[in-house]
């Protein structure tokens, strides 16, 4: 019997055309695959590459003895922040005692640079004046041009003076309510010698009282920032020395490469002689079978007891200079600088016994392990670049500031985020319905750089102008010193997560069987208790998930942090309490933005940051991975 | 593809005697997961050519999974599995490797229980099982869509906007065409899945008498829950119970004079 | 039984502090999603405020025509004799020093891409979109037709779905790092060229009947590459929203199709598709848009600063080297653009126009095509009911 429905049309390589069909759209699906996995090689491929890099950078420091110097380094930035901080509150103190007369002094500047400016030809002719003067002092034509030019020269600066703009000259306002002194400094300056150039009596009388008020605070504060002198020079002297044992270590490691580029370079050369005098270059390079790290760095080994010597003295002057600081003070600000100072110098003190300790037990051959490298990586406090010393690539500033900012975003977003997908899934009216959520999509529409512009623009400002207002003080990190800061990128970043927490929440109360509200109903409870007790539990993982997933979004965020995070790259000074947020921070997205178009392929640099982005990469894969987690299970409950 | 326009040609179409069954279904197990569980056990029977056969039972029996297995729609479903026996239609076991469901469908009409017009004209409807096949001239495709849309009855009450949307017409109209559709592209077996049960009386009337009409020119079979309706259209009828094959006979003996016990429960309304 | 208080209603409500709280709860949650429209139209409401002024003049035509033909330059500031505040663009202000020599230009300031308008940027956006749809669409929407109609469960298909669900989450900076190790410096992509680099690895071919070659030497940092790397973070998005309109087309029209013996590919052509293709069209556009926002991919893949040219008018040769090399040009983009004079110029005043202007113009094209395509989606959902 004949065979019916057979197969029919033509085979190609074993698969007919509906195969063929089949697998190309099963090609463009398994894409996806493919994609992920190029991610992921590409990051891991430039990643790994950075481990020994970084570790052989690292050992370089160690050999050259820059390691050792930078102990020194820290000390002195350490010293460094105490003495601006004590003369930070010295400004302040002068400003608040004796801030008319700073004042005076300041503005009387302004107006010499005014005069000076424009009176330049007036005052050639009062010098020329003075001095056929002084040359002819009794030739009365002489004496009565000298005259002239002077009254020409008053009567110019009094019109000047007169015109001039109060704002500019006085533009720190510290003459704001002392109407009488900025009168009298005007009618003061008119009198002023511009030939001379010494100030008006009136000026210095404000100086002498300027100076009289804060003797004792002015020779304390100059004793505290003489402290480190024997440091700093030692420092100094140490950083000269190390920078040049790594610029010939560096040289001496690339002579063998430089040789084998140059005698390349000669083959393609024109003519015979240019050919020998390549070669004789070349030759002239001595390759050495490795540097004497030891011989160079001798001179640090020795350098241990004048450190030490060094340290103990900076001690000793600084408690003196601290103890010598005043403790009454008018201004508010002054005082809380001067608790802070006081407060941090034990502190200091012991940071730097144990540095100066550390320092000791440097070497220059100590081993160090691959281990000790990558950690340096993932908790080194410095993420330093392009500097002529050393760069640093310490991930934990970033990593800080990009958690620091997700969980403020996060913690801001999370209730307005649920309680809107609450209100509008279980309490709105289907009117209101039908314009919330898609109001809330089109949030997300919003482009992140336009967010970020609005952060810079508006939200920044107006910030720190809230900030400014007394009655809110109390709130942390008020008054603001920045306008860009981990507060502003944070909301940014909560308004740019709402929508997608919104989204999902709202599906997952939508999960929730009809049936257990209207059993909850059914037993005379109210809306809102329905809704809290028995819809919110119900649901309770779908939100995590949401919460989650909103989370993967804003750490991932870039332009918002990379505008408004202000790029400091530092880790945020805990010390503050919840004051942290009014820091700046750099992220591990915005030092990517910022950095991978100024650097070259290859280079540690571009290795770091490809690394920064495999880190980035897992943290968002991981709390995807948790998210779907969450949802599985929620689906098979 | 290629000479796809000759199975329409009659006298290429697979001839039987009218003494043999069209369809002769041999044993068959069937299962929706992969064989964990069978949907179907030991089915066997066969269908004669030229006759309508309806499958009736409590709903959950199988009755509509048998009928999909006989175009092999159940190929839809990933975990869908003929786990034991065979099906033969014309004499060839449709379940054979060589054998394309495309091919088989071709043979082998169908009609849902949910009527489901393509939301296009009444025209490109009918013709659109034609144009799957590669028929693109325009005489040949006017003349079969006439064709069966008078045989489906639909053909006096569509004539003048034949390209007006399907969607536009009522639901017993919407079932005629659709089964105006599966008879266009000339068939030997019409499959009937509940075709009436989305629809009124009067229109269920009118599907019943076209029933009637078609059994000159195809084999029926047809799925339904409505007794009253297998006894009107039907010739032969099988009663399914829980995936088995309970009783299979001459209509007239299946609901006057059943030889089972759950036959003559279920036919006179005992359970079901 | 009588009851002693007969006229008492049973069904009174009963607890008014519960009411109240009630009440209470209900407002604060309003109070929270109010808040968020709130923020949203405060920062809609100011971004137009200040924008708007700088898109529309008082007089006809009502639009400022520069900002939208002109490329960026460099903006001059200057105070003239009579103590008045000039402002103008660099070629403008060479041709106005030619004209008067005599005039006096006091306090000459210049900023970097402040003038001029914003057509360098809107057409390279515009390109970028372009090709980041036209390859995300294809792919998306063949991987959504495998997933909706010819998968069947099992590993590949289960990996494919993590693979996209994980796609999804990647940072948009990680796709710009991909992008630019992968499109940009991998030394493999070809590009039909006169001038060989010497630096490719695979090499260079010449191509007979011709004075090119087909050089495998890499994009570089490029239109092509910037409107992948868009195509590639946009295909999660446009493969789910493929699906979603696939999955909405019923059922009974495949089964209908495939019991006529049509073939899969049939089905899927002339059953599936057509009804589908309206719902994929809108939630792709939809999904396009959200990527087009995009600043970190593009910055290093494709964007620039700073480009006098229209890419077709860089381009060099004809036929297909003119478009191969029109590809390979870097563009200047709108987000970049923004980033570059919010965020890279100092502050001042004279910048603002442009700032504003240029967060405008975007907001209202990314703001305006979500919009659309969310009210199209609505509208063609109501409408299709099978």
Same mark, same amino acid.
């Given at each position: 019997?004949?065979?019916?429905?057979?197969?029919?049309?033509?085979?190609?390589?074993?698969?007919?055309?509906?195969?063929?069909?089949?697998?190309?759209?099963?090609?463009?699906?398994?894409?996806?695959?493919?994609?992920?996995?190029?991610?992921?090689?590409?990051?891991?491929?430039?990643?790994?590459?950075?481990?020994?890099?970084?570790?052989?950078?690292?050992?370089?420091?160690?050999?050259?003895?820059?390691?050792?110097?930078?102990?020194?380094?820290?000390?002195?930035?350490?010293?460094?922040?105490?003495?601006?901080?004590? *003369?930070?509150?010295?400004?302040?103190?002068?400003?608040?005692?004796?801030?008319?007369?700073?004042?005076?002094?300041?503005?009387?500047?302004?107006?010499?640079?005014?005069?000076?400016?424009?009176?330049?030809?007036?005052?050639?002719?009062?010098?020329?004046?003075?001095?056929?003067?002084?040359?002819?002092?009794?030739?009365?034509?002489?004496?009565?041009?000298?005259?002239?030019?002077?009254?020409?020269?008053?009567?110019?600066?009094?019109?000047?003076?007169?015109?001039?703009?109060?704002?500019?000259?006085?533009?720190?306002?510290?003459?704001?309510?002392?109407?009488?002194?900025?009168?009298?400094?005007?009618?003061?300056?008119?009198?002023?010698?511009?030939?001379?150039?010494?100030?008006?009596?009136?000026?210095?009388?404000?100086?002498?009282?300027?100076?009289?008020?804060?003797?004792?605070?002015?020779?304390?504060?100059?004793?505290?920032?003489?402290?480190?002198?024997?440091?700093?020079?030692?420092?100094?002297?140490?950083?000269?020395?190390?920078?040049?044992?790594?610029?010939?270590?560096?040289?001496?490691?690339?002579?063998?490469?430089?040789?084998?580029?140059?005698?390349?370079?000669?083959?393609?050369?024109?003519?015979?002689?240019?050919?020998?005098?390549?070669?004789?270059?070349?030759?002239?390079?001595?390759?050495?079978?490795?540097?004497?790290?030891?011989?160079?760095?001798?001179?640090?080994?020795?350098?241990?007891?004048?450190?030490?010597?060094?340290?103990?003295?900076?001690?000793?002057?600084?408690?003196?200079?601290?103890?010598?600081?005043?403790?009454?003070?008018?201004?508010?600000?002054?005082?809380?600088?001067?608790?802070?100072?006081?407060?941090?110098?034990?502190?200091?003190?012991?940071?730097?016994?144990?540095?100066?300790?550390?320092?000791?037990?440097?070497?220059?051959?100590?081993?160090?392990?691959?281990?000790?490298?990558?950690?340096?990586?993932?908790?080194?406090?410095?993420?330093?670049? *392009?500097?002529?010393?050393?760069?640093?690539?310490?991930?934990?500033?970033?990593?800080?500031?990009?958690?620091?900012?997700?969980?403020?975003?996060?913690?801001?977003?999370?209730?307005?985020?649920?309680?809107?997908?609450?209100?509008?899934?279980?309490?709105?009216?289907?009117?209101?319905?039908?314009?919330?959520?898609?109001?809330?999509?089109?949030?997300?529409?919003?482009?992140?750089?336009?967010?970020?512009?609005?952060?810079?623009?508006?939200?920044?400002?107006?910030?720190?102008?809230?900030?400014?207002?007394?009655?809110?003080?109390?709130?942390?990190?008020?008054?603001?010193?920045?306008?860009?800061?981990?507060?502003?990128?944070?909301?940014?970043?909560?308004?740019?997560?709402?929508?997608?927490?919104?989204?999902?929440?709202?599906?997952?109360?939508? *999960?929730?069987?009809?049936?257990?509200?209207?059993?909850?109903?059914?037993?005379?409870?109210?809306?809102?208790?329905?809704?809290?007790?028995?819809?919110?539990?119900?649901?309770?993982?779908?939100?995590?998930?949401?919460?989650?997933?909103?989370?993967?979004?804003?750490?991932?965020?870039?332009?918002?942090?990379?505008?408004?995070?202000?790029?400091?790259?530092?880790?945020?000074?805990?010390?503050?309490?919840?004051?942290?947020?009014?820091?700046?921070?750099?992220?591990?997205?915005?030092?990517?933005?910022?950095?991978?178009?100024?650097?070259?392929?290859?280079?540690?640099?571009?290795?770091?940051?490809?690394?920064?982005?495999?880190?980035?990469?897992?943290?968002?894969?991981?709390?995807?991975?948790?998210?779907?987690?969450?949802?599985?299970?929620?689906?098979?409950? | 593809?290629?000479?796809?326009?000759?199975?329409?040609?009659?006298?290429?179409?697979?001839?039987?005697?009218?003494?043999?069954?069209?369809?002769?279904?041999?044993?068959?197990?069937?299962?929706?997961?992969?064989?964990?569980?069978?949907?179907?056990?030991?089915?066997?029977?066969?269908?004669?050519?030229? $006759?309508?056969?309806?499958?009736?039972?409590?709903?959950?029996?199988?009755?509509?999974?048998?009928?999909?297995?006989?175009?092999?729609?159940?190929?839809?479903?990933?975990?869908? $599995?003929?786990?034991?026996?065979?099906?033969?239609?014309?004499?060839?076991?449709?379940?054979?490797?060589?054998?394309?469901?495309?091919?088989?469908? $071709?043979?082998?009409?169908?009609?849902?229980?949910? /009527?489901?017009?393509?939301?296009?004209?009444?025209?490109?409807?009918?013709?659109?099982?034609?144009?799957?096949?590669?028929?693109?001239?325009?005489?040949?495709?006017?003349?079969?869509?006439?064709?069966?849309?008078?045989?489906?009855?639909?053909?006096?009450?569509? $004539?003048?906007?034949?390209?007006?949307?399907?969607?536009?017409?009522?639901?017993?109209?919407?079932?005629?065409?659709?089964?105006?559709?599966?008879?266009?592209?000339?068939?030997?077996?019409?499959?009937?899945?509940?075709?009436?049960?989305?629809?009124?009386?009067?229109?269920?009337?009118?599907?019943?008498?076209?029933?009637?009409?078609?059994?000159?020119?195809?084999?029926?079979?047809?799925?339904?829950?409505?007794?009253?309706?297998?006894?009107?259209?039907?010739?032969?009828?099988?009663?399914?119970?829980?995936?088995?094959?309970?009783?299979?006979?001459?209509?007239?003996?299946?609901?006057?004079?059943?030889?089972?016990?759950?036959?003559?429960? /279920?036919?006179?309304?005992?359970?079901? | 039984?009588?009851?002693?208080?007969?006229?008492?209603?049973?069904?009174?409500?009963?607890?008014?502090?519960?009411?109240?709280?009630?009440?209470?709860?209900?407002?604060?949650?309003?109070?929270?999603?109010?808040?968020?429209?709130?923020?949203?139209?405060?920062?809609?409401?100011?971004? &137009?405020?200040?924008?708007?002024?700088?898109?529309? &003049?008082?007089?006809?035509?009502?639009?400022?025509?520069?900002?939208?033909?002109?490329?960026?330059?460099?903006?001059?500031?200057?105070?003239?004799?009579?103590?008045?505040?000039?402002?103008?663009?660099?070629?403008?202000?060479?041709?106005?020093?030619?004209?008067?020599?005599?005039?006096?230009?006091?306090?000459?300031?210049?900023?970097?891409?402040?003038?001029?308008?914003?057509?360098?940027?809107?057409?390279?956006?515009?390109?970028?979109?372009?090709?980041?749809?036209?390859?995300?669409?294809?792919?998306?929407?063949?991987?959504?037709?495998?997933?909706?109609?010819?998968?069947?469960?099992?590993?590949?298909?289960?990996?494919?779905?993590?693979?996209?669900?994980?796609?999804?989450?990647?940072?948009?900076?990680?796709?710009?790092?991909?992008?630019?190790?992968?499109?940009?410096?991998?030394?493999?992509?070809?590009?039909?060229?006169?001038?060989?680099?010497?630096?490719?690895?695979?090499?260079?071919?010449?191509?007979?009947?011709?004075?090119?070659?087909?050089?495998?030497?890499?994009?570089?940092?490029?239109?092509?590459?910037?409107?992948?790397?868009?195509?590639?973070?946009?295909?999660?998005?446009?493969?789910?929203?493929?699906?979603?309109?696939?999955?909405?087309?019923?059922?009974?029209?495949?089964?209908?199709?495939?019991?006529?013996?049509?073939?899969?590919?049939?089905?899927?052509?002339?059953?599936?598709?057509?009804?589908?293709?309206?719902?994929?069209?809108?939630?792709?556009?939809?999904?396009?848009?959200?990527?087009?926002?995009?600043?970190?991919?593009?910055?290093?893949?494709?964007?620039?600063?700073?480009?006098?040219?229209?890419?077709?008018?860089?381009?060099?040769?004809?036929?297909?080297?003119?478009?191969?090399?029109?590809?390979?040009?870097?563009?200047?983009?709108?987000?970049?653009?923004?980033?570059?004079?919010?965020?890279?110029?100092?502050?001042?005043?004279?910048?603002?126009?442009?700032?504003?202007?240029?967060?405008?113009?975007?907001?209202?094209?990314?703001?305006?095509?979500?919009? &659309?395509?969310?009210?199209?989606?609505?509208?063609?959902?109501?409408?299709?009911?099978?």
């Amino acid at each position: 019997m004949a065979k019916h429905f057979q197969r029919k049309g033509r085979r190609f390589l074993g698969v007919n055309l509906q195969g063929w069909i089949r697998g190309f759209f099963g090609g463009n699906a398994a894409l996806s695959i493919v994609i992920l996995f190029l991610i992921c090689a590409f990051l891991v491929k430039e990643a790994a590459m950075f481990f020994p890099q970084h570790h052989r950078g690292l050992e370089l420091y160690r050999k050259t003895g820059q390691e050792y110097v930078g102990h020194l380094i820290k000390e002195v930035d350490e010293y460094t922040i105490l003495v601006s901080a004590t *003369n930070q509150a010295y400004y302040q103190e002068l400003d608040a005692g004796y801030g008319a007369q700073r004042g005076v002094v300041d503005s009387s500047g302004g107006i010499m640079d005014a005069l000076e400016d424009e009176g330049d030809d007036l005052i050639g002719e009062l010098e020329d004046a003075l001095d056929d003067f002084e040359d002819e002092p009794d030739d009365p034509e002489i004496a009565a041009a000298y005259k002239k030019a002077q009254e020409n020269w008053k009567a110019f600066a009094r019109e000047t003076i007169a015109g001039l703009d109060r704002k500019e000259v006085d533009s720190f306002g510290r003459l704001e309510g002392h109407d009488g002194q900025w009168e009298a400094l005007k009618e003061a300056m008119v009198d002023w010698d511009p030939v001379e150039g010494d100030p008006t009596p009136f000026v210095a009388k404000a100086k002498a009282e300027m100076a009289a008020g804060m003797s004792e605070f002015d020779a304390a504060r100059i004793e505290l920032g003489s402290a480190g002198n024997t440091l700093k020079d030692l420092k100094n002297k140490l950083v000269a020395e190390a920078s040049q044992i790594k610029k010939e270590a560096v040289e001496d490691m690339s002579a063998a490469a430089r040789k084998a580029a140059i005698l390349e370079g000669s083959k393609k050369l024109a003519t015979e002689e240019e050919r020998i005098a390549a070669v004789a270059e070349a030759e002239k390079i001595v390759i050495r079978e490795s540097f004497p790290f030891a011989e160079k760095t001798a001179a640090f080994g020795e350098s241990f007891e004048a450190h030490e010597s060094a340290a103990n003295e900076l001690k000793e002057k600084l408690v003196a200079a601290v103890a010598k600081l005043p403790s009454d003070f008018k201004s508010q600000a002054a005082a809380e600088l001067i608790v802070g100072v006081k407060e941090r110098t034990p502190d200091f003190i012991e940071k730097l016994d144990e540095s100066v300790e550390e320092a000791s037990q440097w070497k220059w051959d100590a081993p160090l392990g691959f281990w000790g490298s990558t950690m340096k990586f993932f908790f080194g406090r410095d993420w330093v670049t *392009n500097s002529s010393w050393h760069d640093f690539y310490g991930l934990l500033p970033l990593i800080t500031g990009s958690l620091l900012i997700s969980l403020i975003a996060l913690a801001v977003a999370i209730p307005f985020s649920i309680g809107a997908a609450i209100y509008v899934n279980r309490l709105a009216s289907r009117y209101e319905q039908t314009f919330i959520k898609p109001a809330i999509e089109m949030i997300q529409a919003i482009p992140s750089v336009v967010l970020g512009f609005f952060g810079i623009m508006v939200l920044g400002e107006g910030l720190r102008e809230l900030s400014q207002i007394g009655a809110l003080s109390w709130v942390p990190g008020f008054p603001m010193q920045e306008r860009l800061n981990i507060i502003n990128a944070g909301l940014l970043l909560a308004l740019m997560a709402v929508p997608t927490i919104f989204t999902l929440c709202e599906d997952a109360l939508n *999960n929730v069987p009809r049936s257990y509200s209207e059993a909850s109903l059914a037993l005379g409870a109210s809306k809102l208790q329905t809704v809290t007790k028995v819809v919110v539990p119900t649901a309770i993982s779908g939100i995590l998930a949401a919460v989650l997933l909103g989370l993967g979004r804003i750490i991932g965020e870039t332009m918002v942090v990379l505008l408004v995070a202000g790029n400091k790259i530092a880790i945020p000074d805990f010390g503050e309490g919840l004051g942290v947020i009014a820091q700046p921070a750099h992220t591990m997205t915005g030092i990517i933005a910022q950095e991978m178009g100024e650097v070259s392929a290859g280079t540690l640099h571009f290795r770091a940051l490809f690394l920064v982005g495999l880190v980035l990469f897992t943290i968002s894969l991981m709390i995807n991975v948790a998210a779907q987690r969450i949802i599985k299970r929620l689906g098979h409950a | 593809m290629n000479d796809s326009s000759s199975t329409l040609d009659s006298a290429d179409a697979p001839e039987v005697a009218s003494n043999e069954p069209i369809i002769s279904i041999d044993n068959l197990s069937f299962s929706y997961d992969l064989g964990s569980t069978n949907t179907l056990r030991d089915i066997s029977l066969e269908i004669p050519a030229g $006759k309508v056969t309806a499958f009736i039972g409590p709903s959950g029996c199988g009755k509509s999974t048998l009928l999909r297995c006989l175009n092999r729609m159940n190929d839809l479903v990933d975990t869908a $599995k003929v786990t034991g026996g065979s099906i033969s239609i014309l004499g060839q076991d449709i379940n054979a490797p060589d054998v394309e469901a495309i091919e088989l469908r $071709k043979h082998v009409g169908m009609v849902f229980q949910k /009527y489901n017009p393509f939301p296009k004209s009444i025209y490109e409807n009918v013709a659109y099982g034609l144009r799957v096949q590669g028929i693109k001239n325009k005489s040949v495709l006017d003349q079969a869509v006439e064709e069966s849309l008078q045989k489906s009855a639909l053909w006096d009450e569509v $004539k003048d906007r034949l390209d007006s949307s399907a969607l536009g017409l009522s639901g017993g109209q919407q079932q005629r065409l659709c089964i105006a559709r599966a008879i266009a592209v000339k068939p030997q077996i019409v499959l009937m899945d509940e075709p009436c049960s989305a629809l009124d009386p009067i229109a269920t009337a009118r599907i019943e008498e076209l029933i009637a009409e078609l059994q000159e020119d195809f084999t029926i079979v047809i799925v339904t829950h409505n007794m009253q309706q297998a006894t009107r259209v039907s010739n032969r009828t099988a009663f399914f119970y829980l995936g088995e094959l309970i009783e299979y006979d001459d209509t007239s003996k299946i609901f006057g004079n059943p030889t089972r016990k759950q036959t003559e429960d /279920y036919v006179s309304g005992r359970f079901g | 039984m009588p009851e002693e208080t007969p006229s008492t209603n049973p069904f009174q409500a009963t607890s008014s502090k519960r009411k109240v709280k009630d009440r209470i709860g209900t407002v604060i949650f309003a109070c929270f999603t109010y808040f968020v429209l709130a923020c949203a139209l405060f920062i809609f409401g100011k971004i &137009t405020y200040d924008g708007a002024p700088v898109l529309f &003049t008082s007089e006809a035509p009502f639009i400022n025509t520069k900002f939208f033909t002109e490329s960026p330059q460099t903006l001059v500031e200057f105070t003239n004799g009579a103590g008045e505040l000039i402002r103008m663009d660099q070629t403008d202000f060479t041709v106005f020093k030619e004209e008067n020599p005599d005039v006096t230009i006091n306090d000459e300031h210049t900023f970097s891409y402040s003038g001029g308008g914003i057509a360098g940027p809107l057409v390279g956006t515009a390109l970028l979109v372009l090709v980041c749809m036209v390859v995300s669409l294809f792919i998306g929407v063949a991987a959504a037709i495998y997933l909706s109609e010819y998968a069947k469960k099992g590993k590949l298909v289960s990996a494919i779905r993590l693979a996209i669900m994980n796609l999804a989450g990647v940072p948009s900076i990680v796709y710009g790092l991909f992008g630019f190790a992968f499109f940009c410096l991998a030394p493999w992509f070809p590009v039909f060229t006169y001038e060989v680099n010497a630096e490719t690895t695979i090499g260079a071919f010449k191509i007979p009947l011709t004075d090119g070659y087909l050089s495998f030497q890499g994009w570089g940092n490029s239109l092509l590459a910037g409107g992948l790397t868009l195509a590639v973070m946009a295909l999660p998005v446009i493969i789910a929203a493929c699906e979603e309109s696939l999955k909405a087309v019923p059922g009974g029209f495949r089964e209908a199709s495939l019991a006529l013996g049509a073939t899969r590919w049939q089905c899927i052509r002339t059953a599936v598709l057509p009804y589908a293709a309206p719902g994929i069209l809108t939630a792709s556009v939809l999904g396009v848009t959200r990527v087009a926002g995009e600043t970190a991919p593009i910055m290093f893949t494709a964007a620039v600063a700073d480009k006098a040219k229209m890419p077709w008018q860089d381009a060099q040769g004809s036929g297909v080297f003119w478009f191969s090399d029109m590809l390979t040009q870097s563009v200047q983009a709108l987000p970049y653009h923004i980033y570059t004079v919010s965020a890279r110029l100092p502050a001042h005043e004279a910048i603002n126009d442009m700032r504003y202007g240029s967060v405008f113009v975007f907001l209202i094209l990314v703001v305006g095509f979500a919009m &659309t395509s969310v009210v199209l989606r609505a509208r063609y959902r109501n409408k299709l009911k099978w």
